[in-house]
């Protein structure tokens, strides 16, 4: 799945892991360590409702610049994340 914020990667498996990246085009090492921390806190919360399997999620530089929105950016990514996620 494709969004302007992150990109997910979805593998059905019987385990359940998570793997949050950034990459160099999302700035500086300390934008790419904010971006992962930022994104692993949203779905984090939703943890338990995802199903078994491996996730990669991938930040983009647009997930800083919607967190910098505030209220307005969090609910964003939380739309964002329920239809992506399914969470």
Known sequence: ??????VAFYQCTDSFN?????????GNAVCRNRARRKLRALVLEKE?????????????????KMLELGEK?????IKIQKEVLGV
Do not use: M
Request: avoid cysteine.
């Open 1 to 6: 799945w494709h969004t302007h914020s992150f």
């Open 18 to 26: 998570i793997a949050f990246v950034s990459s160099k085009k999302v």
């Open 48 to 64: 338990n409702r995802l199903q078994n399997g491996k996730y990669i999620l991938v930040a983009k530089g647009e997930l800083l």
């Open 73 to 77: 950016g969090i609910k964003e990514l």
